[in-house]
């Protein structure tokens, strides 16, 4: 939804809805001595933009939403699918070793493990393999179903789930991605992740577009 600044002359109008509605153009352009001709492109741009209300044969009323209701229903049509990035899998069976290699060539602070049908088994973040890392284990002969967090201890998120919900599931689980899932019979695919950094390209994009 677009951002305005709102010129005197809306302003006024604001006001003679609010102490009046529903108040017909005819009347509001009375009030301030003008055409309702000469309105009309200010009462688009009001109801256009979610202060008022328009009603055949009635007339306008106003919505009481302030801008930061209006920003909050922008929010809310925010959905996982339409900012999510390609998840990176790795097998149960891989070693911590070869694990760290992947997450730094990837360049990514999670991964998801999956077992031999595909299926999300666990979780490998940063943290995990850093606390790995340290000692004098053998890395490359730790499997990484020895460190990972495991169902169902898993945090996730479909497609059709609002960002604002994942942002609260990472906050609450002080945790950096989630996995996209897909239910099937056998257990839940991979089929994305939604990262701290998506979320925060979401919100960006929503600035530029003026909210």
């Known amino acids: 939804m677009t951002k305005i600044e709102l010129s005197k002359r809306q302003e006024q109008i604001l006001e003679i809805v609010k102490e009046n509605g529903p108040i017909t153009g005819e009347h509001i352009a009375e009030r301030l001595n003008l055409t309702r001709a000469t309105l009309r492109p200010d009462l688009?741009?009001?109801?256009?933009?979610?202060?008022?209300?328009?009603?055949?044969?009635?007339g306008y009323f106003y919505t009481g939403r302030s801008d930061m209701q209006m920003l909050s229903e922008s929010l809310n049509k925010?959905?996982?699918?339409?900012?999510?990035?390609?998840?990176?899998?790795?097998?149960?069976?891989?070693?911590?070793?070869?694990?760290i290699v992947m997450m730094f060539l990837e360049d990514v602070g999670t991964m998801f493990v999956v077992d031999k049908h595909a299926l999300?088994?666990?979780?490998?973040?940063?943290?995990?393999?850093?606390?790995?890392?340290?000692?004098?284990?053998?890395?490359?002969?730790?499997?990484?179903?020895?460190?990972?967090?495991?169902m169902p201890n898993i945090t996730m998120c479909t497609k059709e789930d609002l960002l604002t919900d994942v942002a609260k599931k990472l906050i609450e689980k002080?945790?950096?991605?989630?996995p996209i899932v897909k239910e099937t019979d056998k257990g839940f695919e991979v089929i994305g992740r939604i990262t701290k950094t998506n979320i925060t390209k979401a919100f960006v994009a929503l600035a530029n577009e003026g909210y």
């Open 44 to 58: 688009a741009i009001l109801t256009m933009s979610g202060f008022l209300e328009a009603r055949p044969r009635v």
């Open 78 to 99: 925010l959905r996982v699918m339409d900012y999510q990035s390609i998840p990176v899998v790795v097998d149960e069976g891989i070693s911590v070793y070869d694990a």
């Open 120 to 150: 999300l088994v666990g979780v490998l973040s940063r943290k995990d393999l850093l606390r790995a890392s340290i000692g004098k284990q053998e890395l490359s002969s730790i499997p990484v179903n020895i460190i990972m967090t495991r």
């Open 174 to 178: 002080q945790i950096d991605a989630l």
